[in-house]
C-alpha cells in the first residue's frame, strides 16, 4: 500500500499499490542516497533512476514503475507531493521490505524522488 501527502500543510492522505517484485539485497548497511558509488540503471518511461551498490537495478527499476503506473492512474502527483511510502516485497529474502520516498529538487519540468529500502538500499528517481 502506498500513501502520499500532497503537501506539508495538508493531512489529506491518497492510497495506491506498489507491486514491486524486484530484490534487494541486505550487505549494504550505509545511510544516505546514491552517490560516487551509485550507477545508473535501465530508466522506464519519463524516469531515469541511479541505485546504490546496496540496491539490484532489477527492484529500482520495479520501484520506478509502480512510480510512474501511479502517476499515470492520478494517484502520485510527483511535483505537489511531498512524502511517498509503501512496501516492497523481496523474492530473494521471501519477505516485504518499507519503502520511503521523499521528493527532492525540482527544476523546470524535472523532479528528484529519494528513495529507500531494506538495510541499506537507496535509489533516485528522476521523474521528466
Not at 101 to 126: D, N, Q
Request: proline share 3%; hydrophobic share 35%; net charge positive.
Amino acid at each position: 500500500m502506498l500513501r502520499r501527502n500532497r503537501s506539508a500543510r495538508t493531512s489529506r492522505k491518497l492510497t495506491a499499490l506498489i507491486a514491486v517484485a524486484g530484490s534487494v539485497s541486505l550487505l549494504g548497511a550505509g545511510v544516505g542516497t546514491p552517490s560516487a558509488e551509485a550507477r545508473s540503471c535501465p530508466g522506464t518511461g519519463h524516469i531515469t533512476i541511479e541505485a546504490n551498490s546496496a540496491t539490484s537495478c532489477g527492484f529500482a527499476r520495479t520501484m520506478a514503475r509502480s512510480f510512474q503506473r501511479g502517476v499515470a492512474a492520478g494517484r502520485i502527483s510527483p511535483f505537489s507531493d511531498d512524502y511517498i511510502r509503501g512496501s516492497a516485497y523481496s523474492p530473494t529474502s521471501g519477505r516485504r521490505y518499507t519503502v520511503r520516498c521523499s521528493r527532492g529538487a525540482t527544476i523546470g519540468t524535472t523532479v528528484e524522488w529519494r528513495c529507500s529500502a531494506g538495510r541499506g538500499a537507496r535509489v533516485v528517481l528522476t521523474y521528466y
